[in-house]
């Protein structure tokens, strides 16, 4: 059974940092592209970067790139959401996914994780 679970949420004061964390379980992830998306209340589920598992590549959405930046641990099947430069307008409830296909879209992707809450006070 396929699980990604997400921590390292919290509250944080605009221009901090937060590190997410997705750990994944349940088959092997090598082949699989892990999604970062985060959704506002109100709002729809957007984009925000994703990691090639195999060779690590990365892509981001605007918005975020050159403020988060995402890696990943082999060693312990974990993707992580490195946030820095925090604004108000990053709060949102963010979800990591994993999907076979490189994509910005969320249906894209074939798991989901809980999804972690993200206040940045102003």
């Known amino acids: 059974q396929v699980q990604l679970v997400e921590s390292g949420g919290g509250l944080v004061q605009a221009g901090g940092s937060l590190r997410l964390s997705c750990a994944a379980s349940?088959?092997?992830?090598?082949?699989?592209?892990m999604g970062w998306f985060r959704q506002a209340p109100g709002k729809e589920r957007e984009f925000v970067g994703y990691?090639?598992?195999?060779?690590?590549?990365?892509y981001y959405a605007d918005p975020v790139k050159g403020r988060f930046t995402i890696s990943r641990d082999n060693a312990k099947n974990t993707v992580y959401l490195q946030m820095n430069s925090l604004k108000p307008e990053d709060t949102a409830v963010y979800y990591c996914?994993?999907?076979?296909?490189?994509?910005?879209?969320?249906?894209?992707?074939?798991?989901w994780g809980q999804g972690t809450q993200v206040t940045v006070s102003s």
């Open positions: 990691i090639r598992w195999s060779g690590g590549y990365t």
């Open positions: 349940g088959r092997t992830f090598s082949r699989y592209f």
């Open positions: 996914a994993a999907g076979l296909i490189s994509s910005s879209r969320a249906d894209q992707y074939d798991y």
